[in-house]
C-alpha cells in the first residue's frame, strides 16, 4: 500500500461549489503539506502542519482552508471553487526540520477541474 | 524575481547521452539543496540531496552546488529511456520550507 494516498484521484466540479480533498499517511510523520502544480508555475505550497494543532499558511493560501484531523490526516478544502484553481494538487509528509529529515514524501495527486 | 530558476525545457536527448539539468536562486540563505523526479501522473519523488557546496554521486547521477554563484546542477550519465520524466529542482534555509522550481521535461529516446 502507498505510504501517502489522496482521494479522490480526479474530480471536476462546478463555480461556487465547496469540496474538499483528503489525504492520509501510514509513514507516521509529523508533517504534512499542501501544494498545487500549475503548468509554468511548478510547485506551490498552500497550506502546511507541523503537528496536529498547527496549522500555518503557504505562499497562496487565498481561498483555501485546512483541517489535520489527526498526526495520519490532513484535508484541504475549497470554499467556494473557482475556475483558476482548476491544478494538480498534492499532499506530502516529512518528519524532521533540517538536513534529509526535511524530505518531504508527495501522495499521487488530485486532479481538479473547474468548470 | 522567483526565488528558484528553472528551465523548463523540454529538453530531447537520444539514449546514452550525458544530461545536464540546471536551477538558479536568489536566496544566498538557501543551504539544503534537492532533485525530485516526477513521473508523468505521478507525485514527486526525491532524488538528489546536498547540503551546502559541493558535489555527491549516486550511480548515474550527480548533483552540484555552487553557492558562490548561486546555481545546481543535476548530470545524468548513460542517459536511459526510463529516466524521461520532470526533474524539479528544490531548495530551503534551516528552518523554512522548500522552494520549488517549475520542473525540466526531460524525454531520452531509445
Known amino acids: 500500500d502507498a505510504d501517502v494516498t489522496q482521494t479522490p484521484r480526479n474530480r471536476i466540479t462546478k463555480t461556487g461549489k465547496r469540496i474538499m480533498l483528503e489525504c492520509s499517511q501510514t509513514k507516521g510523520h509529523d508533517r504534512m503539506y499542501w501544494y498545487r502544480q500549475d503548468p509554468g508555475l511548478g510547485l506551490r505550497l498552500i497550506y502546511y502542519s507541523f503537528d496536529v494543532k498547527d496549522i500555518n499558511k503557504g505562499e497562496i493560501s487565498d481561498g483555501y482552508s485546512v483541517s489535520r484531523q489527526a498526526q495520519a490526516k490532513f484535508s484541504l478544502s475549497l470554499e467556494s471553487a473557482i475556475p483558476n484553481q482548476t491544478a494538480l494538487y498534492f499532499c506530502a509528509t516529512s518528519f524532521g526540520s533540517a538536513g534529509e529529515g526535511e524530505t518531504q514524501y508527495f501522495g499521487p495527486g488530485t486532479r481538479l477541474l473547474v468548470l | 524575481q522567483k526565488e528558484v530558476e528553472q528551465d523548463p525545457g523540454p529538453l530531447s536527448v537520444p539514449e546514452g547521452a550525458i544530461v545536464s539539468l540546471n536551477c538558479t536562486y536568489s536566496?544566498?540563505?538557501?543551504?539544503?539543496f534537492m532533485w525530485y523526479r516526477q513521473y508523468s501522473r505521478k507525485g514527486p519523488e526525491l532524488l538528489m540531496y546536498?547540503?551546502?557546496?559541493g558535489n555527491k554521486e549516486d550511480g548515474r547521477f550527480t548533483a552540484q552546488v555552487d553557492k558562490s554563484s548561486k546555481y545546481i546542477s543535476l548530470f545524468i550519465r548513460d542517459s536511459q529511456p526510463s529516466d524521461s520524466a520532470t526533474y524539479l529542482c528544490?531548495?530551503?534555509?534551516?528552518?523554512?520550507?522548500?522552494?520549488f522550481g517549475t520542473g525540466t521535461r526531460l524525454t531520452v529516446i531509445p
Open positions: 546536498t547540503y551546502s557546496s
Open positions: 528544490a531548495m530551503k534555509t534551516g528552518a523554512n520550507n522548500l522552494f
Open positions: 536566496n544566498s540563505a538557501f543551504q539544503y
